[in-house]
């Protein structure tokens, strides 16, 4: 059974870059047929999907995200971590990783696997 658990700041200053770091067990990132996704849900706000890294190490973005977001992993520690630039207050939110075997299911956020979540907020 694969489990994941989100790491990084509760608290991000506005224009900075939020890190998170997702750490998996139960399984290895590099496992066939497996993608693994951050998805967000800011107060008040449905889920949104963000973006996924696959086994092969090919990444996905959502294009509203696109331009701020990175997703990379080090296989060594089991881990895949996200990067998002330029935040702002609106991206104040409960952050999520997730996975799944299937890329499509994560898109439309139905995942396997969820993290517990991470609140993060930006503000000064």
């Known amino acids: 059974q694969v489990q994941l658990q989100e790491s990084g700041p509760g608290l991000v200053k506005p224009s900075q870059t939020l890190y998170l770091t997702c750490t998996v067990s139960?399984?290895?990132?590099?496992?066939?047929?497996?993608?693994w996704s951050w998805i967000r849900q800011p107060p008040g706000k449905g889920l949104e999907w963000m973006g996924a890294?696959?086994?092969?190490?090919?990444?996905y973005y959502s294009p509203s995200l696109k331009s701020r977001t990175s997703i990379s992993r080090d296989t060594s520690k089991n881990q895949f971590t996200l990067e998002l630039s330029s935040v702002t207050p609106e991206d104040t939110a409960v952050y999520y990783c997730?996975?799944?075997?299937?890329?499509?299911?994560?898109?439309?956020?139905?995942?396997?696997?969820w993290g517990q979540g991470t609140q993060v907020t930006v503000s000064s």
């Open positions: 997730a996975a799944d075997q299937s890329l499509h299911n994560l898109v439309v956020i139905a995942p396997g696997s």
């Open positions: 890294i696959s086994y092969l190490d090919s990444t």
């Open positions: 139960g399984e290895s990132i590099t496992t066939n047929y497996y993608y």
